[in-house]
């Protein structure tokens, strides 16, 4: 199930991106928040969906950054989208705002990230979900691809959300694995 990882190649991203929109089960109305908004790809894709919703993204490097914006120019100044540049505590939004948070191959360069599950818990609404979607390209063999998962859970755990659902699909250079949990 596990491969040795060479990088994640355009392919990848997109259907790690498609596997995300699927788990956010989006309705046109919902307030969406990306975590590390890369070049914007998902955040354009998810903009299809909604039709009153509000979208938002935070990405810590300026060169992403600049993609994404150029990428969603439009939904910017249509006041649909607010990108950040900048890191994930410094995010200014209101406890219980947001219907979904993702994100995509990014919890695992945080240092403390039940602290940052924890501040996107009080950033969701009751009943929101919170899903991270990411390729531990560091495991070798499917017991610790298993693990990883399991410690993200437990994180989870930790931040106050339930029913969390695992899920592994096996995609190039390795198995992804999505988790869903939700705020009560």
Known sequence: MSRISTGINLSTSKSISDWTIDLLEVHPYQHILELGCGSGYTIQELSRKLKIGFLAGIEESMTLFRKAYRRNRDLVQQDLLQLH??????????????????????????????????????LLKTGGRLVMVFQPEWCTTQRDIENAAMQIKEEYQQAGLSRIHLEFRDLYPTTGIAITGFKD
């Open 85 to 122: 540049l900048g890191e994930i505590q410094d995010l200014q939004y209101p406890h219980h705002y947001f219907h979904s948070i993702y994100g995509t191959n990014i919890h695992f360069r945080w240092k403390q990230p039940q602290w940052i599950f924890s501040q996107m818990t009080s």
